[in-house]
């Protein structure tokens, strides 16, 4: 099959590789699109931990395809059907996956031991076909689409944040930062769970465009705008009870922090390129707590799919970037420079279903 594999930093090349055979308990799946993030462009670059060695690792995380094979002892799945998939399987038997909490496995990027993080510690779907555990992987109802499955994996993200920070959102007034694919899916899902009022904050004005259409109550473009003045006026001076950082700005924490009602929550699922400074004291004084929370952990992938097949999230308008497999040094390119505004970008095999 061809595959995409890293040979080195900034040295991605498609070569041949052997389709990979499912062992107990895994499933191999003919990948039709895979979709990239910035933690692709971390892989790509070396700097993400644990990656299996250069020359032989595939990465690529948010893939979806059609079940072409089935390990030893797999009975969920039948061969032809449409799955989704998470990213993270992993060890069941570190202190974390014995309850629940496998996308912190104690035994990361140790394969040896059974952690499959796909396309971070274990080989991904920038490839023909791609294995993965069993347990990874959920049925894409129609009227789903391969597109809707790449981002029902990013909604996963954020309702597992809210699922970490205990967040019942029904009635909750909600301001979250950052309308990338995380953020968006995030503010579809707090809707749909009910949230008072749904307020987003970015930088760029066709992302927040895309957010009111999305749901969003009121945008804030924090070019223009003084976020927490903004943020205080639209909440009658009270604050929001939930605040959602899914940016990745330096700023961006201490904006939350400022704008909380008393005894309201902090939720961070977003990655910062250094540390970020937070007024520690007036979170104190507030009562706020701050929660954080790693991938699509906690079965939430699979709410995500009920979500959407009830028509309550709507996904693959997100994808508006597509390039064939022997392209894709040239999508991780356009990604990086943002060419064309991209929201999220796919990558598709050759001979993938359709
Ligand atoms: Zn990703
Ligand atoms: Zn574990």
Known sequence: MKAAVLFGPGDMRVVDKPVPVPGPGEVLVQVAMCGMCGTDLKIYDG?????????????????TGRVAALG??????????????????GCGR?????????????????PAKG??????????GFAEYAIHHVSSLYKLPRPLTYKDAVLIMTAGTGLYGLDVAGAYVLGADVAIWGPGPVGLMTVQAVRELGANSVILVGTRASRLAMGKRLGAD?????????????IMELTGGK????AIEASGAVEAPQQCASVMKRGGKILIVAFYPGPVTLDMSAIVRGDISIFTSRGEGGNNV???????????LRCSELVT??????????????????????????????????
């Open 239 to 242: 604050g929001v009870d939930l």
């Open 321 to 354: 970037h597509e390039f064939p497999l022997d392209q894709i040094t040239e999508a991780l390119r356009v990604m990086r420079e943002r060419v064309g505004d991209p929201m999220k970008i796919v990558v598709i095999p050759p001979g993938a279903p359709v």
């Open 94 to 110: 570190c202190d974390n996956c014995v309850t629940g909490k496998y996308t912190a496995c104690l035994n990361y990027g140790n």
């Open 302 to 312: 699979k709410r995500a799919v009920s979500l959407a097949k009830r028509g309550r």
């Open 115 to 124: 952690q499959r993080a796909t396309g971070m510690t274990a080989d991904g």
């Open 218 to 230: 009121e945008v804030i473009n924090a070019r223009e705008t003084d976020v927490p003045k903004r």
């Open 47 to 63: 700097h993400f931990p644990l990656t299996p060695p250069y020359g032989k690792f595939t990465p690529g995380h948010e893939w």
């Open 72 to 89: 030893e002892a797999v009975d969920e799945f039948t061969i032809g059907e449409d799955v989704a998939i998470e990213a993270h399987h």
